[in-house]
């Protein structure tokens, strides 16, 4: 047997023992539902006996849209659509089950998701305290220097807005000349640690 052949009956035995922990999740959410192939049996299930071919998950109420081999990602979907608020739903009442898996799972996301709002909200309140420092520097600078934190504006852009390339690649090759003609021009006044290490690179 090649390692090619190895690697992948790995891969598949992993999903099986991956699927036959979704379809106990699902026993024990709801005894209603079922999970029927669709298509041909793949030996990787006649060799294992772990439930590897493609299937389609349904109950009395709805049958899943489409079949496929991972069943986590089937259950998901069929979870969202039609469990939550099913009145024929027939629990076994053991736990952990599809729905506390599945509502652990969007805990999680939603505090991720909270996380990351609040990591962009204080990023972005960084950067118009530095906005504004370079604004204040600018407006008692000489020219020269003005056009700097003008560059060093363009590299530091606000986050989350689209990036002008051009712009950005047009700056930074001023600053790089700047750089090595006079160095003693750059200060960190008015510089990010983002742009001040792109002045610098």
């Not at 370079?134 to 020269?144: E, F, L, S």
Request: glycine share 8%.
């Amino acid at each position: 047997m090649t390692d090619h052949l190895e690697s992948e009956l790995e891969r598949l035995y992993a999903l099986g023992r991956a699927n036959r922990r979704t379809m106990e999740l699902a026993r024990r959410h709801c005894l209603h539902m079922t999970f029927t192939e669709w298509g041909g049996r793949g030996l990787a299930e006649q060799v294992s006996g772990l439930p590897i071919n493609t299937r389609q998950v349904s109950s009395p109420v709805a049958r899943g849209k489409g079949a496929a081999m991972n069943l986590d990602w089937i259950v998901s979907g069929f979870y969202d659509r039609q469990c939550i608020g099913c009145q024929q739903r027939q629990p076994t009442g053991e736990v952990p089950n599809l729905a506390s898996v599945m509502e652990e799972r969007k805990a999680k996301a939603a505090a991720a998701a909270e996380a990351d709002r609040q990591a962009t909200d204080q990023l972005h309140r960084r950067w118009e305290q530095q906005a504004e420092h370079r604004r204040a520097i600018i407006a008692g600078a000489d020219p020269a220097m003005a056009g700097v934190l003008g560059d060093i504006a363009i590299l530091d852009h606000e986050p989350g807005a689209s990036e002008d390339h051009d712009a950005i690649r047009d700056a930074l090759g001023r600053l790089t000349a700047l750089a090595d003609r006079a160095p003693e021009t750059f200060t960190l006044a008015g510089c990010s640690p983002r742009s001040a290490a792109l002045a610098s690179a």
